[in-house]
RNA sequence: GGCAGCGUAGCUCAGUUGGUGAGAGCGCCGGAUUCAUAACCCGGAGGUCGGCAGUUCAAAUCUGCCCGCUGCUACCA
């Protein structure tokens, strides 16, 4: 029986365009997903927007037209960055889409069963013209036409203290069940500093959670409860559900969910809480990422350093920004991007690394050989190139399995650091003035450690693993890691090589 | 304010329970080489291990204080 995995992002929420941030969650799951599939798994791979809620009804009527018809606008962007960048989703997900409000209800009506759900008032500073509550803290001070101080909300509007009818969630309730949760599977929340603040949190004390809003209308209906629609919140974190094929659906529990580290009080607190309350299975780690901020920086309109993640992609590539993402920076941890460092770090690893090794071996066989692979035989620090090999592909599959994803390309790079080394200490070049039989030995022994190197970085650039993988003779069945010990039969003719990662020079 | 974490070569970071002269990658400089995408290979320079004071025969590694940064959280107004 295949081994299943179900793996989700965040959905985005599309009330601007698409960032480097959801470039940066997108490729970075992807990539989990590419390697659970080569690793043997069936995988389902949810991602999507989430696209109710009041700010999105605002600015759908900003722009004069019906909330449907704006996200329709508004998640397309998503849509096509996704594709535009290779993520390998099986479905994206909207949360407008009609099986998922349905589901929604049924998931309330779970809750409500468990008697989770009352009645009771929602407090705050409202104001009218934003139809939005606002903290105490967001407030400004001003003054009224009268010199009196008021305090307005940021957008310079009046407040009124206001009180509204709401459903409650019981969260209070949960407290020491996700203590609980957190004591047995200390895993559930990564990386761990995250769990500790879970844990602080929630040590803390929780109050029960407002999960019904009637101010504005854009949500999901309460299920027999006319006027509310449902917390944005709840209507959200469903979305993981649904995406599963239902309430009961066949591919949940959640195997990952891939989110930033903003939202993980969210997917660490209230969704086990939800679930809980609703008698369902709770996903098995929630794993929250960093920022990838622009030379340090938030990207910001005054400070003019927003970036469009499909201009980058469109300029370097795709898989130059992809391996710089998951390469540069430590997964789980801020991390940072900016012209020289994405070229000068492929050009390193790529160019100078994966792509050289390939041609300078490939072209050597393709000049003596006349393309004909040869077979794979001893020589002086074969053993020790496979040694090494063996090491490393083993520290590559710890740290992917433990989701250290830049842990797991270090350790590819090692294995290109150690054939290079194997192939100018071996300097085959040498040996097709003296020693033929030697020299193809070489570089049959060269070509295959190529080999499980491209392999293994399938999942972080598919397109040109795959280029390698053809000018390597690797049939397309022999490219799972079940695999990894299948070398291409000596006598495979190969193709004529080229570069498939041109160095980058400031002339581009 | 509380809790947690961090501050080590230009950059990003490793550094088990304190103990050979403090490391890696990238960048930089030099050498060698020519199969290869002026790449690869070898070597080198460069660090008061945030600061101060302690504990110890011995501290980047322990303790205290200080400075700076980050995250979570609370509160005042």
Not at 44 to 60: C, M, P, V
Not at 476 to 497: K, S
């Amino acid at each position: 029986m295949t081994k299943r995995y179900y793996i989700t992002t965040a959905i985005a929420y599309p009330n601007g365009r698409p960032h480097m941030g959801h470039a940066y969650e997108a490729i970075a799951t992807d990539a989990i997903a590419r390697f659970k599939r080569l690793d043997g798994h069936d995988v389902r791979f949810l991602t999507g927007t989430d696209e109710h809620g009041l700010k999105i009804a605002q600015a759908a009527r900003a722009a004069g037209v019906e909330p449907r018809d704006y996200v329709n606008g508004t998640s397309q962007p998503f849509i096509d960055l996704d594709r535009q960048l290779g993520i390998s989703f099986d479905r994206f997900i909207r949360t407008t889409d009609d099986d998922h409000k349905a589901l929604c209800q049924e998931l309330w009506r779970r809750i409500a069963a468990k008697g989770d759900m009352y009645l009771g008032r929602y407090e705050g500073w409202y104001s009218v013209r934003d139809e939005a509550y606002y903290d105490d803290a967001e407030l400004v001070a001003a003054e009224d036409a009268q010199g009196q101080p008021v305090k307005l909300s940021p957008q310079g509007t009046p407040v009124e203290w206001t009180i509204e009818e709401s459903w409650f969630f019981k969260l209070s309730a949960y407290a020491q069940p996700l203590l609980d949760l957190y004591a047995a599977n200390p895993d559930f929340v990564a990386p761990v500093s995250r769990l500790n603040e879970m844990r602080a949190f929630v040590a803390g004390g929780l109050s029960d959670l407002s999960v019904s809003r009637t101010s504005f209308d854009w949500g999901v209906p309460v299920p027999d409860a006319p006027g509310h629609v449902m917390y944005v919140w709840l209507d959200a974190l469903a979305n993981y559900l649904t995406g599963a094929g239902g309430i009961d659906g066949e591919w949940w529990p959640a195997d990952l969910h891939v989110i930033g580290k903003d939202v993980v009080r969210f997917h660490a607190v209230y969704w086990p809480a939800f679930l809980m309350s609703a008698g369902i299975a709770l996903p098995k780690k929630v794993f929250g990422h960093g920022f990838v901020l622009n030379r340090g920086e938030k990207m910001s309109k005054s400070v003019g350093n927003v970036v469009d993640p499909g201009d980058m992609a469109d300029r370097f590539g795709v898989d130059r920004l992809r391996w710089f993402l998951l390469r540069e920076v430590a997964f789980g941890e801020d991390g940072s991007y900016s012209d020289e460092a994405i070229i000068e770090r492929t050009n390193a690893d790529l160019a100078n690394g994966i792509g050289n090794l390939a041609q300078r071996a490939l072209s050597m066989v393709a000049k003596n050989l006349g393309g004909v692979l040869p077979a794979p035989g001893p020589y002086d620090g074969v053993e020790a190139l496979s040694d090494s090999i063996t090491a490393l592909t083993e520290a590559y599959f710890a740290a992917m399995n433990g989701l250290q994803l830049h842990r797991g390309l270090e350790a590819v790079m090692g294995m290109v650091s150690a054939t290079n080394g194997f192939f100018a200490e071996a300097a085959p070049w040498k040996l097709a003035k003296t020693d033929t039989d030697a020299m193809a030995r070489v570089l049959a022994v060269t070509l295959d450690a190529t080999r499980r190197i491209v392999l293994l970085v399938q999942p972080f650039m598919p397109d040109s693993a795959t280029a390698l993988l053809d000018q390597l003779g690797v049939a397309a069945e022999a490219r799972c890691f079940g695999a990894l010990d299948t070398v291409v039969a000596a006598g495979t003719q190969l193709p004529a090589p080229t570069g498939v990662f041109p160095r980058w020079s400031e002339a581009a």
